[in-house]
């Protein structure tokens, strides 16, 4: 034999213990798939359902239609981008300068995209995010069809084509057609039966470690709904435990007494013990509250920074309502069980109810479920009661209150809903399992009753309701009806037709609720100008060296454009956002929303230079003045201007900034306090007075009135629609601006024009901002139209400005001066070094956050001596002097968070390892055997008599395998 062809046997033994284990795993595979095949069959009908939907609405790569819509098109879209950039261009995940001026990254991260699915965006792709997302959503829905099949199948013992179809009718329920663009809820929605069956499991067998893990991945990947479903995991606990036990039911019955050889205090606290763990109730209730606890100590170094960001934003700002309120009628409420019902998206209008649609079917199976004789009065009690708590969180503002995190969502409401339609799935599936004990007559009374509510809610009218829902629920209850009486049939195979069942479920989703998706937006009106705006600002890049500038375009098409685009920038809209910057921006007549979102839009160049502005893109022609601004380059419809006014992220201003106000109804007051407090010039923008005004069906207004700008209209006629022109004459040529603003919102859009040919239209509506007219001449008589819509009377704050060019050169160059200049800036970290005049304050226009340090001198700075410039912006007090001036970031709350998590998790796995190892393992002497172990000592004397042979008699006792059924120590007797 040749030698080189000799096998090596320890060679040959590694591969065959390789191969053995392969051959192992693939074996675990294959039994793992199979017996999780009915869920896995559930997620693929889910994600084919989404195909279809896909395919209907020209998505990709069906079409060019993108699933954006609402704050998915405005908010996640946009922060989706800026995460792919992060991770590509190994960015902090701590702050990021590209929205609102710099805000915490963190926030936004654990709020929108901290869910494992989301790095799946690393294979589309920025320009791809549109699709990416679409993924995303239909990934998440199709695992949220997996684990509900997953918790039917496994906490009610039935595997069957059945349980794939509930796990299709939770997947696609009516929180899903509502709210599939909130893609940060979806993982809380797909977790929800996992922490079910991980109640159920704590309870049944004892074991932590479902619980423990899926409540642990639901804080990491969204927070928010995190928070719901710990509520939802104490009330499903108990209405659990007290569905199928009482407070006295033990594991193991009553228990050997202590042996009179121990001490006295020994034996008391052995007793104790005893008691606690033998106590079905204390047990479940303590390893309930420690896993809980410990699920969300192990996420602390999140959780506690993430308290300090949610502490500045404006979702921890509202406070306790006073008094009860009610939000629908009961009946309208049952009536949006039915199918084919338009989704609740917005908190205002008449048809405001939760989205819980889930299914005909289990609108059938839940009055069989109340008259079934398999489940106990006091589980159906526990249940029903259980749903009614849910109904009252609806129902009830003060409840609906602590279920959003102690605040009212300003649009999507009752963010909970699919809690009840899971809820309610678990019912009727239990119906389900007990069919047999129906009649065909029983079940086609059911149908019959969801058909006669049908036509009564048609009848007597209800919100939502249209002709479709009607005709959809009588053709899929006449459907189920028949389905479920042929699985009752023992002519029919049972697997075929809850596989027809499950067909039905389908074809009902596809039918009922196609239509009820929203996706419109091209792709090309969304990603069609990227590379264009890419090349202009890598242009920008060369000439400043680096990428750390602010920047902002005239026209915004997303609110988050500067994480779309990936520039620095001031725009924002987030819920993390800070709610004391956004008072600021609107304040300074910016467009904002006042609490979590502000827009740019050409400003004045006061405010320019205040936030640091350095460029501003034109994609709108919006850009007329050159003293202001100078073209430094262009590509496709983008061109890029210097700001010749712009200064630092950080410069001096005199103490007196201190005192700066920001409160007042018009912004061109309130940027005049800054310039005035900061450097001493007043009044650099000058007000222009209407002069004269033209009114029709809206009573005259005052001299005072006409001096203030605050003109307070009253309608004439009471009723239509009133207008006044309003008329002023530009005193000098200069830069100029007008502002309108209405109390009740009853303006929706003003025209302006001008004796020498000047035209514009301004859209107002419901958030009003400053709008530049550019450089009007002397003499120039400018009118304002101002149709008033809606409301008999209101207020119109109207002004007008112009620039003094000589008061703001002065302002300006007094602050250039004593600016900082920047050496390095990373996200984290700034360093510089400025010469300052005098003593003053060192002004920033970075957010103030308790995560930033300032260093001056190398000395850390007081946190105490630190300024809130208009209660929004980081400032500290400074020497005269040269001085070395550094700010670091760092989120508050991280590093006691860290340490909280390493020790929550370190004792976590201790625990784990110590019960493999079965240290904790209670197997106690009960009563009976105690007795039997007294009967075996006297032996002899007994099998003498030939009354009892104690070698034949073997008790084997297990309680977890216990009947639920079974009361505490019966097995015992009858045993015994």
């Given at each position: 034999?040749?030698?080189?062809?000799?096998?090596?046997?320890?060679?040959?033994?590694?591969?065959?213990?390789?191969?053995?284990?392969?051959?192992?795993?693939?074996?675990a595979?294959?039994?793992?798939?199979?017996?999780?095949?009915?869920?896995?069959?559930?997620?693929?009908?889910?994600?084919?359902?989404?195909?279809?939907?896909y395919?209907?609405?020209?998505?990709?790569p069906?079409?060019?239609?993108?699933?954006?819509?609402?704050?998915?098109?405005?908010?996640?879209?946009p922060?989706?981008?800026?995460?792919?950039?992060?991770?590509?261009?190994?960015?902090?995940?701590?702050?990021?300068?590209?929205?609102?001026g710099?805000?915490?990254?963190?926030?936004?991260?654990?709020?929108?995209?901290?869910?494992?699915?989301?790095f799946?965006?690393?294979?589309?792709?920025h320009?791809?995010m549109?699709?990416?997302?679409?993924?995303?959503?239909l990934?998440k829905?199709?695992?949220?069809?997996?684990?509900?099949?997953?918790?039917?199948?496994?906490?009610?013992?039935?595997?069957?084509?059945?349980?794939?179809?509930?796990?299709?009718?939770?997947?696609?329920?009516?929180?899903?057609i509502?709210?599939?663009?909130?893609?940060?809820?979806?993982?809380?929605?797909?977790?929800?039966?996992?922490?079910?069956?991980?109640?159920?499991?704590?309870?049944?067998?004892?074991?932590?470690?479902?619980?423990?893990?899926?409540?642990v991945?639901?804080?990491?990947t969204?927070?928010?709904?995190?928070?719901?479903l710990?509520?939802?995991?104490?009330?499903?606990?108990?209405?659990?435990?007290?569905?199928?036990?009482?407070?006295n039911?033990?594991?193991?019955?009553?228990?050997?007494?202590v042996?009179?050889?121990?001490?006295p205090?020994?034996?008391?606290?052995?007793?104790?013990?005893?008691?606690?763990?033998?106590s079905?109730?204390?047990?479940?209730?303590?390893r309930?509250?420690?896993?809980?606890?410990?699920?969300?100590?192990?996420?602390?170094?999140?959780?506690?920074?993430?308290?300090y960001?949610?502490?500045?934003?404006?979702?921890?700002?509202?406070?306790?309502?006073?008094?009860?309120?009610t939000?629908?009628?009961?009946?309208?409420?049952l009536?949006?069980?039915?199918a084919?019902?338009?989704?609740?998206?917005?908190?205002?209008?008449e048809d405001?109810?939760?989205?819980?649609?889930?299914?005909?079917?289990?609108l059938?199976?839940?009055?069989?479920?109340?008259?079934?004789?398999k489940t106990?009065?006091?589980?159906?009690?526990a249940?029903?009661?259980?749903?009614?708590?849910?109904?009252?969180?609806?129902?009830?503002?003060?409840l609906?209150?602590?279920?959003?995190?102690?605040?009212f969502?300003?649009?999507?409401?009752?963010?909970?809903?699919?809690?009840y339609?899971?809820?309610?799935?678990?019912?009727?599936?239990?119906?389900?399992?007990?069919?047999?004990?129906?009649?065909?007559?029983?079940?086609?009374?059911?149908?019959?009753?969801v058909?006669?509510?049908s036509?009564?809610?048609?009848e007597?009218?209800?919100?939502?309701?249209?002709?479709?829902t009607?005709?959809?629920?009588?053709?899929?209850?006449?459907?189920?009806?028949?389905?479920l009486?042929?699985?009752?049939?023992?002519?029919?195979?049972?697997?075929?037709?809850?596989?027809?069942?499950?067909?039905?479920?389908?074809?009902?989703?596809?039918?009922a609720?196609?239509?009820?998706y929203?996706?419109?937006?091209?792709?090309?009106?969304?990603?069609?100008?990227?590379?264009?705006?890419?090349?202009?600002?890598?242009?920008?890049?060369?000439?400043?060296?680096?990428?750390?500038?602010?920047?902002?375009?005239?026209?915004?098409?997303?609110?988050?454009?500067?994480?779309?685009?990936?520039?620095?920038?001031?725009?924002?809209f987030?819920?993390?956002?800070?709610e004391?910057?956004?008072?600021?921006?609107?304040?300074?007549?910016?467009y904002?929303?006042?609490?979590?979102?502000?827009?740019?839009?050409?400003?004045t160049?006061?405010?320019?230079?205040?936030?640091?502005?350095?460029?501003?893109?034109?994609?709108?022609?919006?850009?007329?003045?050159?003293?202001?601004?100078?073209?430094?380059?262009?590509?496709g419809?983008?061109?890029?201007?210097r700001n010749?006014?712009?200064?630092?992220?950080?410069?001096?201003?005199?103490?007196?900034?201190?005192?700066?106000?920001?409160?007042?109804?018009?912004?061109?007051?309130?940027?005049?306090?800054?310039?005035?407090?900061?450097?001493?010039?007043?009044?650099?923008?000058?007000?222009?007075?209407?002069?004269?005004?033209?009114?029709?069906?809206?009573?005259?207004?005052?001299?005072?009135?006409?001096?203030?700008?605050n003109?307070y209209?009253?309608?004439?006629?009471?009723?239509?629609?009133g207008?006044?022109?309003?008329?002023?004459?530009?005193?000098?040529?200069?830069n100029?601006y007008?502002?309108?603003?209405?109390?009740?919102s009853?303006?929706?859009a003003?025209?302006i024009?001008?004796?020498y040919?000047?035209?514009?239209?301004?859209?107002?509506?419901?958030?009003?901002?400053?709008f530049?007219?550019?450089?009007?001449?002397?003499?120039?008589?400018?009118?304002?139209?101002i149709?008033?819509?809606?409301?008999?009377?209101?207020?119109?704050y109207?002004?007008?400005?112009?620039?003094?060019?000589?008061?703001?050169?002065?302002?300006?160059?007094?602050?250039r001066?004593?600016?900082?200049?920047?050496?390095?800036?990373?996200?984290?970290?700034?360093?510089?070094?400025?010469?300052?005049?005098?003593?003053?304050?060192?002004?920033?226009?970075?957010?103030?956050?308790?995560?930033?340090?300032?260093?001056?001198?190398?000395?850390?700075?007081?946190?105490?001596?630190?300024?809130?410039?208009?209660?929004?912006?980081?400032?500290?007090?400074?020497?005269?002097?040269?001085?070395?001036?550094?700010?670091?970031?760092?989120?508050?709350?991280?590093?006691?968070?860290?340490?909280?998590?390493?020790?929550?998790?370190?004792?976590?796995?201790?625990?784990?390892?110590?019960?493999?190892?079965k240290?904790?393992?209670?197997?106690?002497?009960?009563?009976?055997?105690?007795?039997?172990?007294?009967?075996?000592?006297?032996?002899?004397?007994i099998?003498?008599?030939?009354d009892?042979?104690l070698?034949?008699?073997?008790?084997?006792?297990?309680?977890?395998?216990?009947?639920e059924?079974?009361?505490?120590?019966?097995?015992?007797?009858?045993?015994?």
């Amino acid at each position: 034999m040749d030698r080189n062809k000799q096998i090596n046997p320890t060679e040959n033994t590694a591969v065959k213990s390789t191969e053995k284990r392969f051959k192992l795993n693939g074996e675990a595979i294959r039994k793992t798939v199979y017996e999780n095949r009915f869920a896995l069959i559930a997620a693929a009908c889910t994600s084919l359902i989404m195909i279809v939907v896909y395919f209907c609405y020209d998505l990709f790569p069906f079409g060019n239609i993108t699933i954006l819509r609402m704050d998915l098109y405005h908010q996640y879209g946009p922060l989706y981008a800026e995460f792919y950039d992060r991770i590509v261009n190994g960015s902090s995940f701590l702050y990021s300068w590209t929205t609102g001026g710099g805000s915490s990254f963190l926030g936004n991260y654990l709020n929108y995209v901290s869910s494992p699915f989301s790095f799946l965006i690393l294979l589309f792709g920025h320009k791809n995010m549109p699709e990416a997302i679409a993924a995303i959503i239909l990934l998440k829905a199709a695992a949220a069809s997996f684990t509900s099949s997953y918790y039917f199948g496994n906490s009610q013992k039935l595997k069957s084509p059945a349980t794939s179809a509930f796990g299709v009718l939770y997947a696609c329920s009516g929180f899903f057609i509502a709210y599939y663009w909130n893609v940060m809820w979806l993982d809380g929605f797909y977790l929800l039966p996992l922490v079910a069956l991980g109640i159920e499991k704590l309870i049944n067998e004892r074991k932590m470690k479902l619980y423990y893990l899926s409540l642990v991945l639901a804080a990491l990947t969204n927070f928010y709904m995190a928070y719901m479903l710990a509520i939802f995991s104490v009330l499903y606990f108990f209405a659990y435990y007290f569905g199928r036990h009482t407070l006295n039911d033990t594991y193991f019955g009553k228990l050997a007494s202590v042996s009179k050889d121990k001490a006295p205090l020994k034996r008391l606290l052995i007793k104790i013990g005893r008691f606690f763990r033998n106590s079905r109730f204390l047990d479940s209730g303590v390893r309930f509250a420690f896993t809980s606890l410990g699920a969300l100590l192990s996420c602390a170094f999140l959780l506690v920074p993430l308290y300090y960001i949610l502490n500045a934003c404006s979702a921890t700002s509202d406070s306790w309502p006073q008094n009860w309120k009610t939000y629908f009628s009961v009946f309208d409420f049952l009536s949006n069980h039915l199918a084919y019902l338009n989704p609740t998206i917005r908190s205002s209008g008449e048809d405001v109810l939760p989205n819980i649609y889930c299914g005909v079917l289990p609108l059938l199976l839940l009055p069989l479920y109340l008259f079934s004789k398999k489940t106990s009065v006091r589980e159906k009690a526990a249940d029903i009661t259980l749903l009614g708590v849910f109904f009252a969180s609806f129902y009830l503002n003060k409840l609906n209150f602590i279920w959003h995190g102690f605040h009212f969502p300003n649009d999507l409401p009752y963010r909970f809903s699919n809690m009840y339609s899971f809820l309610l799935l678990i019912l009727a599936f239990k119906a389900y399992k007990s069919l047999k004990e129906f009649t065909g007559r029983q079940i086609l009374g059911a149908g019959v009753a969801v058909i006669l509510f049908s036509v009564l809610v048609q009848e007597i009218g209800s919100k939502n309701f249209t002709e479709l829902t009607l005709w959809i629920t009588i053709a899929f209850a006449g459907i189920y009806v028949s389905t479920l009486c042929m699985l009752r049939d023992k002519r029919y195979p049972a697997y075929a037709v809850a596989a027809l069942l499950l067909c039905a479920v389908c074809a009902e989703y596809t039918v009922a609720n196609t239509n009820h998706y929203s996706m419109d937006q091209s792709k090309q009106s969304y990603t069609g100008d990227y590379d264009d705006f890419v090349a202009v600002k890598d242009m920008l890049d060369k000439q400043e060296g680096n990428d750390r500038y602010r920047m902002e375009l005239t026209k915004i098409r997303a609110r988050m454009d500067p994480a779309w685009y990936g520039y620095n920038g001031v725009s924002t809209f987030s819920s993390m956002a800070y709610e004391k910057v956004s008072n600021l921006h609107y304040h300074l007549g910016l467009y904002s929303n006042y609490i979590n979102s502000h827009t740019y839009n050409p400003q004045t160049p006061v405010y320019n230079a205040m936030f640091a502005l350095k460029y501003l893109v034109d994609n709108s022609s919006k850009i007329s003045n050159h003293n202001l601004y100078t073209e430094v380059a262009s590509y496709g419809t983008f061109k890029a201007y210097r700001n010749n006014y712009y200064l630092p992220i950080a410069f001096r201003t005199d103490s007196n900034l201190s005192f700066w106000v920001h409160d007042d109804n018009n912004p061109f007051a309130n940027q005049n306090s800054f310039i005035e407090n900061a450097t001493g010039v007043p009044e650099v923008l000058k007000n222009i007075a209407a002069f004269d005004a033209q009114y029709s069906d809206i009573d005259y207004f005052t001299d005072e009135e006409f001096a203030t700008g605050n003109f307070y209209y009253n309608k004439t006629e009471g009723v239509g629609e009133g207008t006044v022109t309003m008329s002023f004459i530009v005193p000098e040529t200069q830069n100029t601006y007008i502002y309108l603003r209405s109390s009740s919102s009853s303006v929706k859009a003003i025209d302006i024009s001008s004796d020498y040919g000047y035209f514009a239209s301004q859209a107002i509506d419901t958030k009003p901002y400053v709008f530049d007219l550019g450089i009007r001449e002397a003499g120039e008589t400018l009118k304002v139209k101002i149709p008033i819509t809606g409301g008999n009377s209101g207020v119109l704050y109207l002004h007008v400005a112009g620039l003094d060019m000589e008061a703001f050169s002065l302002a300006y160059d007094m602050l250039r001066e004593d600016s900082l200049n920047v050496t390095s800036f990373e996200d984290t970290k700034i360093t510089g070094d400025i010469n300052v005049s005098a003593d003053g304050i060192l002004y920033t226009s970075i957010s103030y956050d308790e995560g930033w340090s300032v260093f001056i001198d190398g000395e850390r700075v007081y946190s105490g001596n630190y300024i809130k410039s208009a209660d929004a912006l980081l400032g500290v007090p400074i020497t005269a002097g040269y001085h070395t001036v550094e700010f670091k970031y760092s989120p508050r709350g991280m590093v006691i968070g860290a340490a909280i998590s390493i020790l929550t998790v370190g004792i976590a796995v201790l625990f784990y390892l110590l019960t493999k190892l079965k240290a904790f393992e209670f197997c106690p002497k009960t009563a009976r055997e105690e007795e039997l172990e007294s009967l075996e000592a006297q032996a002899p004397i007994i099998l003498h008599s030939g009354d009892i042979n104690l070698e034949d008699t073997v008790i084997y006792f297990d309680p977890l395998k216990k009947s639920e059924k079974e009361k505490p120590g019966e097995e015992d007797d009858k045993k015994s």
